[in-house]
């Protein structure tokens, strides 16, 4: 027998009750089959362990089952929760940003007013300035990074499943 109809034949076999065939395919198998005993043999095994396997249940208690779709209903109900909080967070960043824009020359004026009416060195007032502008945005970040690391349940090495 030539291998490659062999090794087509196998594949089609694994195939058909799973994923199913083509008509074509399928007629092609069927004559392979026919004449092919080892095939055949591999075709009824195939269907036999099908079978098995749907003949199995599983039985489940009912406290696991109530219990799994409380944890799927709280899990979807936090995802919800938790989209709801990035939206706004992302309005917030975008109006907080459009606010740094309008008001970034006034704050600069402010300073630079500062600066030369106490007679203060230009190299201070630029870092006052570059502070008050970075200090507000990198607080955010730190609130962020913090509330994602809670987000994700990471809790002193345990997870929110297991709290």
């Avoid at 089609?12 to 080892?38: F, K, M, P, T, V």
């Avoid at 502008?133 to 730190?142: D, F, R, T």
Wanted: hydrophobic residues 50%; aromatic residues 8%; positive net charge.
């Amino acid at each position: 027998m030539n291998p490659d109809v062999h090794e087509r034949a196998c594949r089609l076999i694994d195939a058909w009750h799973i994923e199913g065939i083509s008509a074509s395919e399928r007629e092609w198998l069927e004559a392979h089959l026919a004449e092919c005993a080892a095939c055949r043999a591999r075709a009824r095994a195939n269907q036999r362990a099908l079978q098995m396997v749907r003949s199995n249940s599983v039985s489940v208690s009912p406290e696991l089952v109530s219990i799994t779709q409380a944890r799927v209903h709280w899990r979807a109900r936090e995802l919800r929760e938790n989209q709801a909080r990035v939206r706004a967070l992302w309005i917030s960043c975008v109006l907080s940003w459009l606010l740094g824009a309008v008001t970034a020359p006034l704050l600069w004026q402010a300073i630079a007013w500062v600066g030369r009416r106490f007679d203060i060195s230009q190299t201070i007032w630029v870092a006052a300035f570059a502070l008050c502008w970075l200090a507000p945005a990198s607080g955010v970040a730190a609130i962020v990074a913090w509330k994602l690391s809670h987000a994700t349940g990471e809790v002193n090495g345990t997870s929110s499943w297991e709290r």
